[in-house]
C-alpha cells in the first residue's frame, strides 16, 4: 500500500506539471504498469471516420490499428463492459495477429471502455501481463479505474480541442475567399500563401505559436477584395491607371475589416493584409513603408503571395516556369523583398513547389 501511495503521488505531481496531452497519456501508461505491476499497457482511441481503434500511447509496439470490432479491445469498446481475461489464447475473442507480428506472448490481459463525460465510448485501456501473478486482482480493476477516468477526460479534452481547432482553421479558409465567385483566385491559393508563410516562419525561428498564428492569418491578406468594384475585379486584361488606383485599396480595405479586434491572430492578420504588398525598397502600396518598417509577417507575406501568384495561371497572365519564378526572386532580392526571407525562401524552395504540387487548385 505504501508503494501504491508513493507511486501515485509521484506520477501525481509530474502529471500536473504536464500540459501536452501525449505525455499525460504516456504518464497514465506508465503509472498503470507500476502500480498494477504490469508488462505492457496501452491507450487505443476510436476514429469514427474510419471506425478502427489505435494505439494513442502503447508500451512495446509500434503504432496499432485495429478494425473497431476485432478482439478484445473491439469487444470492450462495443460492449463497454470491462474484461479481465487470465490466458488470452483460450479467449476466442483474443486477436493474435499482433503477438504474432511482434513475437509476444499475451497471457493475463485486462481491457477497460473509456467514456466520455456523455458515456459514449471513446477508446479502450488495455493492461497485458500481470507481473508475479496469474491474473489481475479486483484491487488491479479498481486502479485501473481511477487512471481510466483520468485518461478519458485528457483524451476528451484533446479532442474537443481538435475538433474547435479545425473549426476555426475552416471558418478562416472559408471567410477568407468571401470572393469566391468574383475573384479568379482559389481557395488552395489562400491556404497556400498560409503553408508558405509556415515554412519561412519555421526557418527564421518564430516559435511555434508564432508559426501557427502566421499559417491562419496569412490566407486573410486579400480579403479585402470583397471592397473592389466588379468591373475592376473582374476585368480580363490589364488594368488602367484609375482602376489599378481602386485595386491597391484592396490593403487598406482588408485592414479596416480585420482590425481592433483583440485576438492576437487578427492582428496580425490585419498587419499583413495592410503590408502584403509593400516592398523592401519603399517602391510598394499603400504606403511605401520600407525594410523593417514592414512586419516580418508582411514581408513574408510578400514572398508566398507573389511566389503563387507567378506559378498561376491568371486571366491576364500565364504561369512561369522554375527558371522564370527562381530568375525574378534572385533580382528583386533587396529590391522587392527581404534579402534575408528570399535567401530562406530559395534555399526552401522545392518545399515551396511540394505544397504547390500537393494543394493544386483543380483539387477544389
Ligand atoms: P495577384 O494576382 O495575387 O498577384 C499578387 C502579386 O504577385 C502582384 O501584386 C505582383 O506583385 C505579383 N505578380 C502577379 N502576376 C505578376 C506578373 O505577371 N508579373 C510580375 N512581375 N508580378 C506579378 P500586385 O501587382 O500589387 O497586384 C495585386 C493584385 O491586383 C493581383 O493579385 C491581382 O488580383 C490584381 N492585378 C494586378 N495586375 C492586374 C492586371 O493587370 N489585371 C487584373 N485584372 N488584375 C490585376
Ligand atoms: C491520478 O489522478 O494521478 C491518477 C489516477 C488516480 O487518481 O488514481
Ligand atoms: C486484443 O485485444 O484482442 C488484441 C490487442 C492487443 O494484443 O493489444
Ligand atoms: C491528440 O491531440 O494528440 C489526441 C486527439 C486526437 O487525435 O483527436
Ligand atoms: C478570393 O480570392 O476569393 C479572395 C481572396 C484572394 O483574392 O486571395
Ligand atoms: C488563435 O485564435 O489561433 C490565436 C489566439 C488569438 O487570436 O489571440
Ligand atoms: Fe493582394
Ligand atoms: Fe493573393
Redesign the pocket.
Given at each position: 500500500m505504501e508503494r501504491k501511495l508513493k507511486i501515485l503521488l509521484e506520477y501525481t505531481s509530474k502529471i500536473t506539471n504536464e500540459k501536452d496531452?501525449?505525455k499525460i497519456?504516456i504518464l497514465l501508461t506508465d503509472l498503470a504498469k507500476e502500480i498494477i505491476e504490469a508488462d505492457r499497457c496501452s491507450i487505443f482511441?476510436h476514429d469514427d471516420s474510419k471506425g478502427t481503434l489505435w494505439t494513442?500511447v502503447a508500451h512495446g509496439v509500434e503504432r496499432i490499428e485495429i478494425p473497431d470490432n476485432k478482439g478484445l479491445v473491439g469487444h470492450v469498446f462495443n460492449s463497454g463492459e470491462v474484461l479481465n481475461i487470465n490466458d488470452a489464447y483460450k479467449d476466442r475473442r483474443f486477436d493474435k495477429e499482433i503477438d504474432k507480428k511482434t513475437g509476444y506472448r499475451t497471457k493475463s490481459v485486462l481491457t477497460m471502455p473509456l467514456f466520455d463525460r456523455n458515456g459514449k465510448t471513446i477508446g479502450v485501456f488495455q493492461v497485458i501481463n500481470k507481473k508475479n501473478s496469474e491474473y489481475f486482482s479486483n484491487e488491479d480493476i479498481n486502479l485501473l479505474k481511477h487512471i481510466s477516468l483520468y485518461a478519458s477526460s485528457t483524451?476528451e479534452n484533446?479532442?474537443l480541442?481538435?475538433?474547435l481547432k479545425k473549426a476555426h482553421q475552416d471558418v478562416i479558409y472559408r471567410l477568407s475567399h468571401a470572393t469566391k465567385f468574383k475573384d479568379p483566385e482559389t481557395q488552395n491559393h489562400i491556404i497556400r500563401v498560409g503553408l508558405y508563410c509556415e515554412i519561412l516562419s519555421k526557418e527564421i525561428g518564430l516559435n511555434e505559436d508564432e508559426v501557427e498564428i502566421v499559417k491562419l492569418a496569412a490566407p486573410m491578406h486579400d480579403i479585402g477584395k470583397v471592397g473592389i468594384p466588379d468591373r475592376v475585379l473582374l476585368k480580363p486584361g490589364k488594368l488602367d491607371n484609375d482602376e489599378w488606383e481602386i485595386m491597391k485599396k484592396h490593403t487598406i480595405y482588408g485592414y479596416e475589416i480585420l482590425k481592433g479586434s483583440e485576438s492576437y491572430l487578427l492582428k496580425v492578420a490585419s498587419q499583413i493584409a495592410l503590408e502584403h504588398h509593400e516592398k523592401w525598397d519603399g517602391s510598394g502600396y499603400p504606403y511605401g513603408k520600407k525594410g523593417e518598417e514592414i512586419s516580418i509577417y508582411g514581408r513574408m507575406t510578400a514572398i508566398s503571395d507573389v511566389f503563387d501568384a507567378l506559378t498561376s495561371e491568371r486571366p491576364y497572365k500565364k504561369a512561369w516556369s522554375i527558371d522564370e519564378t527562381l530568375e525574378f526572386f534572385k533580382i528583386n532580392r533587396g529590391k522587392h523583398f527581404d534579402p534575408k526571407l528570399t535567401d530562406i525562401f530559395i534555399k526552401n524552395i522545392d518545399s515551396f513547389y511540394s505544397i504547390k504540387r500537393e494543394l493544386r487548385d483543380e483539387d477544389i
Open positions: 496531452i501525449r497519456l482511441l494513442i483524451l484533446a479532442i480541442y481538435e475538433k
